[in-house]
C-alpha cells in the first residue's frame, strides 16, 4: 500500500493566488515527520518545510505552510501569494520513527506546480 | 557553503560498463543516503548508511554496491550497467538516522543514461 499519496498529478495557479497542494498518508507509527520538498526544472531537491506529529500547531516557512489534520492522516502544502519561481514539482514526505521504513523518507509522487502570469 | 556536493553531473555509460558516484557532504552529518528518480516515481533508496562504517540496503539495491569511505563521504557502484539502472541518482544527507524531525539534504543530482 501507499504510504504517501499526492492526488494531483499537475496543478495551475494564477500569480499571486494561493494554491494548495494535497498529500495524504498511511502508518501506524505514532512518531512521525513529514516533509515537503521542491525541485524547480534545474532538478535539485530543496527541503522547504517539516511538520511532527506531535507538533500542536501547524508549521510556516515564509510564504509556505502546512495545514496538517491528523486524524484525516493529511498534510496538505499551502503556498500563499504566488509567484513565477514556484513553478516546480513539489513532493511530500514522511519518516517514520520506528516503521518497517527505518528511518528513511518515503517519497510521494510529486505534484507538477505551474504559475501563470 | 557547499552542502552536498555529488559527481559528476552526467554520465552515459555503454551497457556493461562500471562507475562510481561520488558524493561529499561538508555538514559533519552522520547518515547518508543514496536515490534514484526515475519519472513518475518519486524518489526510491537504494542504500543508506546511517553512521560512518555502516551501510543497509534500501528500497531497490539490486546492482548497486555502496561505500562509506569516511564520514564526509559516500559513493555508489554500478558494476555492470544496464539500460534499467538509467535515472537520476540523487544523493543526500542528514545530521542522525534515528529522529524522525531531521530532514534530509540533497545533491543536485547525476544524470545517468545506460546506452
Known amino acids: 500500500a501507499q504510504k504517501i499519496t499526492q492526488t494531483q498529478p499537475g496543478m495551475f495557479v494564477q500569480e499571486k493566488e494561493a494554491v494548495t497542494l494535497d498529500c495524504t498518508y498511511d502508518t501506524s507509527d505514532p512518531s512521525y515527520g513529514l516533509f515537503w520538498y521542491k525541485q524547480p526544472s534545474s532538478g535539485e531537491m530543496i527541503f522547504l518545510i517539516y511538520q511532527g506529529s506531535y507538533d500542536q500547531q501547524n508549521a510556516t516557512e515564509g510564504r509556505y505552510s502546512l495545514n496538517f489534520q491528523k486524524a484525516r492522516k493529511s498534510a496538505n502544502l499551502v503556498i500563499s501569494a504566488s509567484q513565477l519561481g514556484d513553478s516546480a514539482m513539489y513532493f511530500c514526505a514522511m519518516r517514520e520513527a520506528y516503521g518497517g521504513s527505518q528511518g528513511n523518507l518515503i517519497f510521494g509522487k510529486g505534484t507538477k506546480l505551474s504559475v501563470k502570469p | 557553503n557547499a552542502g552536498v556536493t555529488q559527481t559528476p553531473k552526467f554520465q552515459v555509460l555503454k551497457t556493461g560498463q562500471s562507475m562510481t558516484l561520488q558524493c561529499a557532504q561538508d555538514?559533519?552529518?552522520?547518515?547518508m543516503y543514496w536515490y534514484r528518480q526515475d519519472p513518475g516515481m518519486g524518489l526510491r533508496l537504494i542504500y543508506y548508511s546511517a553512521s560512518e562504517g555502516t551501510t543497509d540496503k534500501g528500497e531497490v539495491p539490486n546492482g548497486y554496491n555502496v561505500s562509506r569511505l569516511n564520514k564526509r563521504e559516500f559513493s555508489l557502484r554500478l558494476e555492470s550497467a544496464a539500460p534499467s539502472q538509467t535515472s537520476v541518482y540523487f544523493c543526500?544527507?542528514?545530521?542522525?538516522?534515528?529522529?524522525?524531525?531531521?530532514?534530509?539534504?540533497f545533491g543536485d543530482g547525476t544524470r545517468l543514461s545506460i546506452l
Open positions: 543526500a544527507s542528514s545530521e542522525v538516522f534515528l529522529g524522525f524531525s531531521q530532514p534530509q539534504h
Open positions: 555538514m559533519n552529518h552522520n547518515s
